[in-house]
């Protein structure tokens, strides 16, 4: 029971939450960068304009834009070998609508990825991780105006030609699915959408306020998907050795009970959330159940032109790629007792602990999960370009940080890697997510740790910024040493 000999290992990381300078060098605002910090209690809260004397836990975030090659060597310590970042958009073209792409952005990856590769670290490129350049929100809706689409793809060829010879691996969205659900959270980062009456408000609202409009919402995804096949096909004609995917949020469901009625209940949440997308990206056409699905739920799919059908034929990925931290259940008992989640949550399973964020800990989901996708697409490589630790961590008087929860965690998920590689999963990389402690999606906090390598930086905006490499460092570098043999 082995992991392939080059079995990518490495970390990953969104721009927008471990960058910070956000205005730095020409960029433009980003959808990060109106959002305040919340907790596991509290709903962040979305900004029409920036507000003074607020704390914008992006803004500086962990300070990568600054601290790069401390972070990249420390990554080369453990012994990397790739590294998943993305491209913040609004760095390249501040607005999305101009014609020239700022030159400082592009410089910036250029030294990113010089710096990887000076330690054979292969960079992995999302070119959108939540981070749609504001004036596209609030100009046009995101994703839900077809021109979006343009601005996407001039982006992407953007970055494609720039980094031809520097980037091997590209992702075109992070986590696309997050759009067929009804989250705000999801819908304004994923789809960079908000309904015309939520942008109309001067005033901050929290995300628990905004509304919800599933035909406007479903539109926006469609484009998305058209984006992100276009880009497979362009990408592919810049660099025929590109190797692009997709990523999807994982979040693997299990019916709650044998009642016939979760079954059919966890069946369509499985095949809306986790397969649809992925369907449309590897096999190339809606699925018929969510065309049935859309039209059942009464949105008119005029949307998907003749030449979308087209395009998303043509525009296939090459790999599979999702992220995996939980799992949940689905019940038709509205008494059910419930849990959080990554984005979304579901019912308690009485079998699994959590997070203190509420987030079930389940490893062997994840072989479920990587045997279930690689029968369901048999062709193509798969990998785990995001799984991890959200925790509190303590740093001792000595300065050490034990972190064995952690350690665990991987641990668990890592042997089950191992086991599903075992029965036959063609599984080629694993990128742990925030290998050095970064800004949360969902809660804004710092107090969230997911790092190999902790940063003193507070949810009150204090810190100095220093790192510590934690217990789990040199753990994940005897990890990465063995190729997974000592865990
Ligand atoms: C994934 C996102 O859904 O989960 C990341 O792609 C995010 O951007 C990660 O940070 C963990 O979620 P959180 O809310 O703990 O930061």
Known sequence: MKFPKNFLW????????????????????????????????????????????????????????????????????????????????ARIYPTGEEAVA???????????????????????????????????????????????????????????????????????????????????????????????????????????????????????????????????????????????????SHITWYPRTCNPKDILAWQQKDAIFNDFCADVQIRGEYPEYMLAYLKNHQIDTSYILVNDKKILKEGVIDFYTMSYYISNCVSTDPNVEKIGGNLVGGAKNPY???????????????????????????????????????????????GSIHDDYRIDYLRKHLIAMKEAINEGVNLIGYTSWGPIDIVSAGTGQFYKRYGFIYVDKHDDGTGDFSRIKKDSFYWYQKVIKSNGEDL
């Open 102 to 248: 700022n030159e400082a952005g592009l410089k910036f990856y250029d030294k990113i990825f010089n710096e990887c590769h000076k330690y054979g670290i292969e960079p992995m490129v999302t070119l959108s991780h939540y981070e749609m350049p504001w004036h596209l929100v609030e100009k046009y809706q995101g994703f839900y105006s077809r021109i979006v689409i343009d601005y996407y793809l001039k982006y992407a060829k953007t970055c494609f030609k720039r980094y031809r010879n520097k980037v091997k691996y590209w992702l075109t969205f992070n986590e696309i699915n997050a759009g067929t659900m009804a989250d705000p959270l999801a819908s304004i980062m994923g789809l960079g959408y908000m309904t015309r009456k939520d942008l109309q408000r001067n005033e901050p609202c929290t995300f628990d306020e905004l509304s919800d409009n599933p035909q406007e919402r479903y539109t926006a995804l469609h484009h998305e998907l058209v984006a992100s096949a276009l880009a497979v096909i362009e990408g592919h004609k810049i660099n025929p050795e590109f190797m692009i995917g997709n990523m999807i």
């Open 352 to 398: 699994l602990q959590a997070s203190k964020w509420g987030w079930q800990i389940d490893p062997d989901g994840l072989k479920y999960t990587l045997k279930a996708i690689s029968s369901r697409y048999p062709k193509i490589p798969i990998m785990i370009v995001e799984n991890g630790f959200g925790a509190v961590d303590k740093v001792e008087k000595d």
């Open 10 to 89: 490495g970390g990953a990381l969104a721009a927008n939450q471990c960058e910070g300078a956000y205005l730095e060098d020409g960029k433009g605002l980003s959808v990060p960068d109106m959002i305040l910090g919340g907790d596991i209690n509290t709903p962040r809260t979305i900004c029409k304009y920036i507000q003074k004397n607020k704390f914008y836990p992006s803004h500086e975030a962990v300070d990568f834009y600054h601290r790069y090659k401390e972070d990249i060597g420390l990554f080369a310590q453990m012994g990397f070998k790739v590294l998943r970042i993305s491209i913040n958009w």
